[in-house]
């Protein structure tokens, strides 16, 4: 059952995530956020939870952070940020599986850097429009995605935004395997089905080991954090935000 838009279930050793708040594409509240670093922190510690699911409910897979907890978060009325999601994602022992039923913006996108496996649908598509809200990249994304996919492409994605279609995440080694969007659920519980009868101790390790080389992961997820609070306040970002709760084009051309 969905509590706080977002259902948790487990089915054998798979715990599966599922953002929803369709009506709002899946955009990401503080409530959403505190109960999926719950369901994480829980699913580590949980014996009988061998794998994790992240998915979306309807067409979208999220719209990102809830601009309107964004525009809270900028007046001082929520101190709140997305640091422990990104420590539980980060940090999380047991593999993480990606299940991208459609768009995923913003950290919908970055969250997916953290995944182990991701199984995206045909009708998915991924976009970073930090810059044009005013902000930063987070999650790490400056630093993983460079490395990812190469210098350039990071560019167009996180500097103009520029978004990516399922065929092409793939090609770039982003995304496993592109599936129509029917099949999306049955590939990605077959995998995590796999995952889940694998001695358990030797999942994690292996796990931890492929994730060795990214110890300046959590550094970058600081110094990101710290930038993006400023950014949150900025003239540049309350434009932005007030463009998009009016559904206006927002105006940039007085900022210096
Ligand atoms: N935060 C808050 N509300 C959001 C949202 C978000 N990230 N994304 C969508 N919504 C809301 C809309 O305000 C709208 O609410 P309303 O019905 O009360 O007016 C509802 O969800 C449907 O969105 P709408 O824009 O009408 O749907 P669409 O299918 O035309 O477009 C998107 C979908 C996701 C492309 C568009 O909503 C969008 O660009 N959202 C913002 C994405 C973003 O910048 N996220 C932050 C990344 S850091």
């Known amino acids: 059952m969905s509590q706080d838009n977002v259902a948790v279930t487990r089915e054998d050793g798979t715990l599966e995530i599922r953002f929803d708040r369709p009506e709002k594409r899946n955009a990401l509240s503080r409530a959403m956020y505190a109960r999926v670093v719950a369901a994480l922190e829980d699913a580590d510690r949980d014996p009988a939870v061998r794998v994790v699911l992240l998915t979306g409910t309807g067409n979208y897979f999220t719209s990102g952070n809830d601009i309107g907890d964004f525009q809270q978060r900028a007046a001082g009325n929520d101190q709140r940020d997305g640091s422990p999601f990104l420590t539980a994602l980060?940090?999380?022992a047991k593999p993480l599986i990606g299940a991208v039923n459609g768009p995923a913006i913003g950290v919908g996108t970055t969250m997916l850097a953290h995944c182990?496996?991701?199984?995206?649908?045909?009708?998915?598509?991924?976009?970073?429009?930090?810059?044009?809200?005013?902000?930063?990249?987070?999650?790490?994304?400056?630093?993983?995605?460079?490395?990812?996919?190469g210098h350039q492409r990071a560019s167009a994605m996180l500097l103009l935004g520029e978004p990516i279609d399922a065929e092409t995440?793939?090609?770039?080694?982003?995304?496993?395997?592109?599936?129509?969007?029917?099949?999306?659920?049955?590939?990605?519980?077959?995998?995590?089905?796999?995952?889940?009868?694998?001695?358990?101790?030797?999942?994690?390790?292996?796990?931890?080991?492929?994730?060795?080389?990214k110890t300046d992961v959590p550094g970058r997820i600081a110094e990101e954090l710290g930038l993006f609070r400023e950014r949150l306040r900025s003239p540049e970002a309350a434009e932005a935000f007030a463009a998009f709760m009016e559904k206006r084009r927002p105006d940039f051309s007085a900022f210096r």
Not at 119 to 141: I, K, N
């Open 169 to 213: 995440a793939r090609d770039w080694g982003f995304v496993n395997e592109v599936v129509e969007d029917g099949a999306l659920m049955d590939t990605a519980r077959a995998l995590a089905g796999r995952l889940a009868a694998l001695p358990p101790q030797s999942v994690r390790l292996t796990k931890a080991l492929i994730k060795n080389g």
């Open 90 to 92: 980060s940090s999380l």
């Open 116 to 149: 182990d496996l991701v199984v995206a649908a045909r009708s998915a598509r991924f976009v970073m429009p930090f810059t044009s809200l005013g902000l930063v990249p987070e999650a790490a994304s400056s630093l993983l995605f460079p490395r990812l996919f």
